[in-house]
């Protein structure tokens, strides 16, 4: 299981490496912000997660989530779609991200917006996920 019920703050992570799951909470004005560490780093400085890794990574993401979120919007970012080093497409991660929230039944009292990058928007197909999830139901 990854650390994320412990918060530390961001000061004292800066410059120092941090274990999956390792979660800063920076508040700018009325917004609160979680960052969570992601990924490992090989040693060229490369980021690399594995696939169990980000399946357990979503599962325990999802858990604080639905723990904490106090019954406000969550918003993320199309998780792994960055310098991860999943070899999956931006189709293939969302499609996992939304079928993960539809299969574990989450309870968040505001629901789950996720984020999309105008680049990325390019490389989603929206009527796939809709001909996806008419399969699953």
């Known amino acids: 299981k990854m650390?994320?019920?412990?918060?530390?703050p961001v000061e004292h992570l800066v410059n120092k490496k941090n274990i999956l799951g390792t979660i800063a909470k920076i508040t700018k004005g009325e917004n609160l912000y979680f960052l969570v560490a992601f990924t490992n780093f090989d040693e060229n400085n490369r980021t690399y997660i594995t696939n169990k890794d980000y399946q357990l990574f979503i599962l325990n993401l999802f858990e604080y989530i639905e723990k904490f979120s106090q019954g406000k919007t969550v918003n993320l970012?199309?998780?792994g779609a960055g310098r991860s080093g999943l070899e999956f497409s931006k189709q293939k991660l969302l499609e996992f991200l939304i079928y993960f929230l539809y299969i574990n039944n989450l309870r968040l009292e505001n629901g789950v917006n996720i984020i999309l990058h105008q680049d990325i928007k390019k490389e989603i197909n929206l009527h796939k996920l809709k001909y996806f999830f008419k399969l699953t139901k």
């Open 77 to 79: 970012t199309l998780i």
């Open 3 to 8: 650390p994320f019920q412990k918060i530390i």
